[in-house]
């Protein structure tokens, strides 16, 4: 009897595999024919059949994806990831799709998921390209303008990419479709930030000439000129800094520049209305948290200016100066163990900064 039972168990479970795999194979041969729509169909009622399988979640929503259906590919590629969270592919696709829907801040999560595991290198442009679009649309713009690097140092230049990189640059949460209609201030801009990162500073300083010409009062545009001057001519950086807050008073990261311009001259009263209004204007930058803490720190107001420096480094904890700030803070407030760490992470910043650029 037990016997008879399991065979009649395996008999309806051969059954049931027939459909399935004769609609995979369905599937696959309208997928390689090209027909598109007939292929989509078919994945759809082999992985209702078997919701396990993995390749045919990946089909069906890579060939959503390449339909322009969005909304349905990212639901197909949730599954793929579920059942392999290392499918590197699919969290690219998957993220690539949430773009496409407007869920910025988890398509950014999901390219940089994509990132932990090796892809194609076509694949790759694609998500650093939007790994860039999401920090610019999320208001991250000083990371966003990082990311662009990995394009200036393969010497990748197109016009829709200096757009963007425009964008980064004079801090404007768009993109690039959004801006479309008028696009001349950006691709100045990212022109003009591009040549920087390659130290053609000649090409970049006229390039800034005609910017400003053409865009005098435009958000950010000073700004970004006096980021550029800092290094080699403090005093009109200082200048152009201060005319950015003509045109855009509530900038937190012009007064942000300005406190840590001031800072670094050891001036600290000058420095300190700009830095309260960085951090109360954009607490959310890692400068204003910076220059604010550090200007507490000369002020002797210690504990308070650990908090502010504290949130700087949260929020960058790649920047050396904040770093060193926290170990002379917490040295003052009799932290030693605290400063001791700050200490030995900015010593290995400063190893690793040396052996990266010798």
Excluded at 131 to 152: H, I, N, P, Q, S
Excluded at 203 to 229: I, S
Excluded at 291 to 314: C, F, P, Y
Excluded at 322 to 343: F, G, I, N, V, W
Aim: charged share 25%.
């Amino acid at each position: 009897m037990l016997i008879a039972s399991i065979v009649c168990l395996i008999g309806i479970a051969a059954q049931a595999a027939a459909p399935f795999q004769d609609l995979a194979a369905r599937a696959t041969a309208a997928r390689e024919a090209n027909d598109v729509p007939h292929a989509i169909e078919l994945y759809k009622q082999s992985v209702d059949l078997n919701p396990r399988w993995e390749e045919g979640w990946w089909y069906l929503g890579s060939l959503l994806y390449d339909s322009d259906q969005y909304a349905a590919g990212r639901d197909a590629l949730k599954h793929v990831v579920q059942i392999d969270a290392k499918a590197a592919p699919a969290w690219a696709l998957l993220g690539l799709c949430e773009f496409e829907t407007g869920e910025y801040s988890t398509s950014l999560d999901d390219i940089r998921r994509a990132f932990a595991q090796q892809l194609d290198p076509q694949m790759e442009s694609v998500l650093h390209y939007h790994e860039a679009l999401l920090l610019t649309r999320l208001g991250r713009f000083d990371e966003a303008v990082k990311a662009y690097t990995w394009f200036v140092s393969r010497g990748v230049k197109n016009p829709e990419l200096m757009v963007a990189f425009g964008l980064a640059a004079l801090r404007t949460p768009r993109l690039p479709k959004e801006v479309a209609g008028d696009p001349q201030r950006f691709a100045l801009a990212g022109q003009a930030a591009y040549l920087t990162m390659l130290r053609d500073y000649k090409d970049a300083n006229e390039t800034f000439d005609h910017l400003l010409q053409a865009f005098p009062r435009a958000h950010y545009v000073h700004y970004l000129y006096g980021c550029f001057l800092l290094a080699a001519k403090p005093d009109e950086a200082m200048a152009e800094l201060r005319r950015e807050l003509e045109i855009t008073p509530a900038s937190g990261a012009a007064n942000a520049m300005l406190a840590w311009v001031l800072l670094e001259r050891g001036d600290t009263d000058a420095a300190r209305p700009y830095a309260r209004a960085a951090a109360a204007q954009d607490p959310s930058l890692p400068l204003a948290q910076y220059v604010w803490g550090r200007s507490l720190l000369e002020d002797g107001k210690v504990n308070v200016s650990i908090e502010h420096l504290q949130l700087a480094e949260q929020r960058d904890p790649s920047n050396i100066e904040t770093h060193m700030s926290l170990a002379t803070a917490y040295s003052k407030s009799a932290r030693p163990l605290d400063a001791r760490r700050e200490r030995l992470q900015t010593l290995e910043m400063l190893r690793a900064n040396a052996h990266e650029n010798p």
